[in-house]
């Protein structure tokens, strides 16, 4: 069984440019979450898809954006990037059963800095 | 609404002593609680969950935690710390959110606790 993946690592961008961030799920799973982790903070939410659709926002403007793919890997995708953006970048998948709430396993994250 | 507040940011124990760290929630509804630990630029790994089941869950490592409902709190011990033990723990809870039929579980973290071992 593997477990969750992200790429890259790390990731250096500079404000205003546009960035992707890709996670693929633990096998089996078909939901994924995206979290944001400033430093010395914990994870703010951003957002969660599940089947191919956003089933959940956190308080993140619209130039954050997602995509969920067939086989359950997901892109983060972040506009017109500001300083404040930069932060560690948390994906998670789960199994949605629809019966109560599901646990979330967490990938290595993507460190995005934004200069 | 739901919130977490772990009490203490750093906390430091000698190897061989107790560890407690405190979380506190708010949840408007029935809450999931979980306990994460996160190593130096590595992700989040889970050690527990309560999910209203028995209230004292047993994890990983040697850790449990006791939900209390009266307290609202969901503290993480351990007996005997270990050198590897030293990271950051954070306590999040979950609960089904949601409008118009459709649900999500999505975790509120607390703002971590970092924790020292010396030996």
């Known amino acids: 069984e593997t477990g969750v993946t992200q790429s890259p690592t790390h990731l250096i961008k500079t404000r205003g440019q546009q960035v992707t961030l890709r996670c693929s799920s633990q096998s089996g799973h078909n939901t994924v979450s995206w979290y944001q982790q400033a430093l010395g903070q914990g994870p703010q939410f951003i957002f969660q898809?599940?089947?191919?659709?956003?089933?959940g926002r956190g308080n993140f403007p619209p130039r954050f954006s997602g995509l969920q793919f067939p086989n359950y890997s997901s892109e983060l995708n972040v506009n017109a990037l500001e300083l404040d953006d930069s932060a560690l970048y948390l994906c998670a998948s789960s199994w949605t059963s629809g019966s109560g709430v599901d646990t979330q396993y967490f990938g290595p994250g993507t460190r995005l800095t934004v200069l | 609404a739901q919130s977490v507040t772990q009490l203490g940011s750093h906390v430091s124990v000698s190897e061989g002593a107790l560890v407690l760290l405190r979380c506190n929630y708010s949840?408007?509804?029935?809450?999931?609680l979980f306990w994460y630990v996160q190593y130096p630029n590595q992700g989040l790994q889970l050690l527990l969950k309560y999910t209203s089941a028995a209230t004292l869950v047993k994890g990983i490592n040697g850790f449990e935690a006791e939900f209390k409902k009266s307290e609202t709190s969901f503290h993480l011990t351990k007996p005997s710390a270990h050198m590897s033990d030293a990271a950051e723990y954070f306590c999040a809870v979950s609960a089904l959110t949601g409008a118009g039929g459709t649900s999500y579980g999505k975790l509120t973290f607390g703002q971590g606790t970092i924790l020292t071992v010396h030996p």
């Open positions: 898809y599940y089947r191919e659709e956003e089933n």
């Open positions: 949840s408007s509804v029935p809450p999931y």
